[in-house]
């Protein structure tokens, strides 16, 4: 049974620094491209990042790049978002995603629900 579990969200004050976990069980993260997107009350779901299976490529919405940086360890068969100088817009539900073949981060911004696999999520809420 293919399984992703979202973890370490939690409230933040504004600037400070947030690591969510995604472990899976049932699949290798080395051979997908992983993706991480959030959704907030009344808004909709938002992509913002992807780490390809195929190079270990990476890829960032404007809204947090050069603040949330993706990565992978294969020995936990875990994926990573460490989210820096968090913002209360930042608050909101995060999901990670995985799909079956390769090369998943071509379309991970415009097409998610080509996604087969979807964690339960987790809350990270920041305060002004």
């Known amino acids: 049974q293919v399984q992703l579990v979202e973890s370490g969200g939690g409230l933040v004050q504004a600037g400070g620094s947030l690591r969510l976990s995604c472990a899976a069980s049932?699949?290798?993260?080395?051979?997908?491209?992983i993706g991480w997107f959030r959704q907030a009350p009344g808004k909709e779901r938002e992509a913002l990042s992807c780490?390809?299976?195929?190079?270990?490529?990476?890829y960032y919405a404007d809204s947090v790049k050069g603040r949330f940086t993706t990565s992978r360890d294969s020995t936990k068969n875990t994926v990573y978002l460490q989210m820096h100088n968090l913002k209360p817009e930042d608050t909101a539900v995060y999901y990670c995603?995985?799909?079956?073949?390769?090369?998943?981060?071509?379309?991970?911004?415009?097409?998610?629900?080509?996604?087969?696999?979807w964690g339960q999520g987790t809350q990270v809420t920041v305060s002004s």
């Open positions: 780490i390809s299976s195929d190079d270990g490529s990476t």
């Open positions: 049932g699949l290798h993260f080395d051979d997908r491209g």
């Open positions: 995603a995985a799909d079956y073949g390769i090369d998943v981060c071509t379309y991970y911004s415009s097409d998610a629900d080509r996604f087969s696999f």
